[in-house]
């Protein structure tokens, strides 16, 4: 199984925050215009369904990894809230339930320091979400 290695604050792979568009492109990601969000006016761009990478003003701003992804060496999708809590500590902030769909509720649990905000779903790692520092 192929893992992808999370960076806190630096990248995903190859892929590192403030790529240009271009060399995102010329790794073979493309756009999902369905996904374009225009709240944030980020543009999403992917090549299969583990991650997700979001554009803004022509560089990657932030990186969501929904599969097969590690930090250190540890695996993150599937873990449990204490294995979160042993590899990367206590997380500044628990936010509330949010209802993701009408059967789904997740709660995002943030770490500051390492720009990671990751959703849990019952007990467990569903999403990491990657950014850069501001």
Known sequence: ?????????????????????????????????????????WKTFKKDD???FYVKDGSVVCIACFKNCRI?????IGESV???VAT???????????WVSDDQQQIPYEFFPLGLQIWVESGRVVSVFCNAIY
């Open 1 to 41: 199984m192929n893992f992808h290695e999370i960076k806190p604050r630096i990248s995903v792979d190859n892929i590192h925050f403030g790529l240009s568009l271009q060399t995102l492109v010329a790794e073979g990601y493309a756009e999902d215009v369905d996904c374009f969000d225009e709240s944030t006016k």
């Open 50 to 52: 583990d991650c997700e």
């Open 72 to 76: 250190n060496g540890v695996p993150i």
């Open 82 to 84: 204490g294995r979160l």
């Open 88 to 98: 990367l500590g206590q997380a500044d902030e628990i936010g509330d339930p949010i």
